[in-house]
């Protein structure tokens, strides 16, 4: 079960900036764990998007940016465009019983 | 280039058993921990295990604590997930990932494997 918070699904027309939250809590992103993100094209494997809370793995447009803040964290997309039309997920690390490796609920991002 | 291909899956009786296997190239195996991760249907990533480089501790999520074991093969590059009395609410798509160990997340994932519990 997810211990990460986003919301279900953000949307945005081609050229528009869309962000999506990621809350967390004291045990997770709280305690200073870094928060990463995943995309998920449709019917793919996730891949790498942003690790370390803002860094882009080579390869990845500087038009996806991230940020964490307290007990949350956020991905921004600027200039939105319709390859950018997949789900979202963030990650963390987290230090209660459940689990070591925690991921957000997920974000679908649609492009109109 | 890394590549980590899954394979392994497939329908099985609730109460069965299944063994995954993920072959890894394009890096030194040794030098790093590896993990399962899996999707069930329409839903979001769940974390299921982890191996440390060296095979010498392994970690796994409660929900599949007691019943799934993970292991690897250095000489083989590959990493093994057993899973025991297997649920319907374990099929999933599987996925392998390399660990990066530094910030802990997953830098490289297999294209998964689909395992389906159902009588």
């Known amino acids: 079960q997810s211990v990460l918070t986003q919301p279900p699904s953000v949307s945005g027309a081609p050229g528009q900036r869309v962000t999506i939250s990621c809350t967390g809590s004291s045990s997770n992103i709280g305690t200073g764990y870094d928060v990463h993100w995943y995309q998920q094209l449709p019917g793919t494997a996730p891949k790498l998007l942003i690790y370390?809370?803002?860094n882009r793995p080579s390869g990845v447009p500087d038009r996806f940016s991230g940020s964490r803040s307290g007990t949350s964290a956020s991905l921004a997309i600027t200039g939105l465009q319709a390859e950018d039309e997949a789900d979202y997920y963030c990650q963390s690390y987290d230090t209660s019983l459940s689990g070591l490796y925690v991921f957000g609920t997920g974000t679908k991002v649609t492009v109109l | 280039q890394v590549q980590l291909v899954e394979s392994g899956g497939g329908v099985v009786q609730p109460g069965r058993s299944l063994r995954l296997s993920c072959a890894a190239s394009g890096f030194t195996f040794s030098n790093f921990a590896m993990h399962w991760v899996r999707q069930a249907p329409g839903k979001g990533l769940e974390w299921v295990a982890l191996i440390w480089y060296d095979g010498s501790k392994t970690y796994y999520a409660d929900s599949v604590k007691g019943r799934f074991t993970i292991s690897r093969d250095s000489s083989k590059y590959t990493v093994f997930l057993q899973m025991n009395t297997l649920r319907a609410e374990d099929t999933a798509v599987y996925y392998c990932?390399?660990?990066?160990?530094?910030?802990?997340?997953?830098?490289?994932w297999g294209p998964g494997t689909l395992v389906t519990v159902s009588s």
């Open positions: 990932a390399r660990d990066e160990p530094s910030l802990s997340f997953f830098d490289y």
């Open positions: 370390g809370n803002n």
